[in-house]
């Protein structure tokens, strides 16, 4: 059957855990067709996308655009310009992701799946334990807060039930050979290091005055000029590492704040930094050592290292899968108005 889209075979599904917050695609597992009533209420709603003639609504795009925008502005409040992308990515990637969530489904009912309601009931309270711990009354004050009944948050369950079912179907029984776990290791080393840790020295500035920044500055010229970090950072700095001369001892990346840690990755030793606007601050950073760990023995990891090859080839053959059922299906996609 020809399909009248643009997709290309790459990975596009939309994560899961975001997904099921808002989405609200119609059909369900008893009937593969909005009811009289919903389509009543749905007249008014511009159709997106259909799938094997099942409609995805503009509500639905907005509704999950929405969810995952909600969950994006909590987990990157702290870094504006990986929040700015982000944010770009779900409005550019939602509509194909909810597509392939109704092929995932499609394949569910096609291969014969089933859920039980008792299957369904456990899934919820797992749910609240881990996302409420166990207290029902904080999930229906997240629901109303995102105008969301419980009974569309059970639905919404099951069909993740039904999502995740089809993924582990596709990804089931990966074989691999010590030769690929080998191979696997070697070509990704750097999963297996300790984190890199740096030494470095800070020197901070409170950017409480008009001429705060030229201060800053006027300091970083004199520091490239060979000025003595320790010296400048008892005398100016204000951070707590000033009575040290801004010395600060081997700190893993990781530990760093993400402003500092970004700007320290990208350093050479010795080099210093710009001056780094942050939370009411202009920072000057040099960079005295790099320690970065050779690589954990392969024999020591080799457990987790075949873990990630099988999940790793795993999501191949579900992106796979997922490339035949886009070519196979009827997709016409028309995007939001």
């Not at 609240?128 to 948050?153: P, W």
């Not at 530990?255 to 990755?265: E, H, L, R, S």
Request: charged share 30%; aromatic share 6%.
């Amino acid at each position: 059957m020809e399909v009248r889209t643009d997709f290309r075979c790459r990975v596009k599904c939309a994560g899961v855990a975001a997904v099921w917050l808002l989405m609200t695609l119609a059909g369900d597992a008893d009937a593969r067709a909005l009811s009289a009533d919903a389509e009543r209420e749905r007249h008014q709603d511009q159709a997106v996308a259909k799938v094997n003639g099942m409609p995805i609504f503009a509500s639905d795009l907005n509704a999950m655009i929405k969810a995952e925008e909600r969950v994006l502005k909590v987990r990157l409040a702290h870094d504006p310009a990986r929040l700015a992308k982000a944010l770009a990515d779900v409005k550019r990637n939602a509509l194909d992701g909810l597509i392939d969530f109704q092929l995932m489904e499609d394949e569910f009912f096609r291969l014969g799946g089933m859920i039980s309601k008792e299957a369904i009931d456990e899934d919820v309270k797992l749910a609240i334990q881990e996302a409420f711990k166990g207290n029902r009354e904080a999930l229906m004050a997240e629901l109303n807060a995102i105008g969301m009944t419980y009974d569309k948050y059970r639905k919404l369950r099951e069909r993740i039930i039904i999502v995740d079912a089809v993924r582990a179907r596709i990804a089931n029984n990966v074989v691999v050979t010590d030769k690929m776990v080998r191979e696997h290791y070697e070509k990704n080393q750097q999963r297996w290091r300790e984190p890199v840790s740096v030494k470095f020295h800070t020197l901070t500035i409170f950017n409480t005055t008009a001429n705060a920044r030229t201060v800053a500055e006027n300091l970083r010229t004199r520091l490239v000029n060979g000025g003595d970090f320790a010296v400048m950072a008892r005398a100016n700095s204000k951070d707590s590492r000033a009575d040290d001369g801004g010395a600060w001892p081997w700190t893993r990346i990781s530990d760093i704040n993400a402003t500092v840690g970004k700007t320290i990755v990208k350093m050479k030793k010795g080099e210093v930094s710009e001056v780094l606007e942050q939370s009411g601050t202009f920072i000057l950073l040099r960079v005295d050592d790099v320690r970065e760990p050779d690589p954990k023995p392969f024999e020591s990891v080799k457990a987790e290292v075949k873990m990630s090859l099988m999940e790793e080839l795993g999501r191949e053959r579900i992106e796979n899968r997922l490339c035949q059922l886009r070519e196979a299906a009827d997709i016409l996609k028309w995007g939001p108005a």
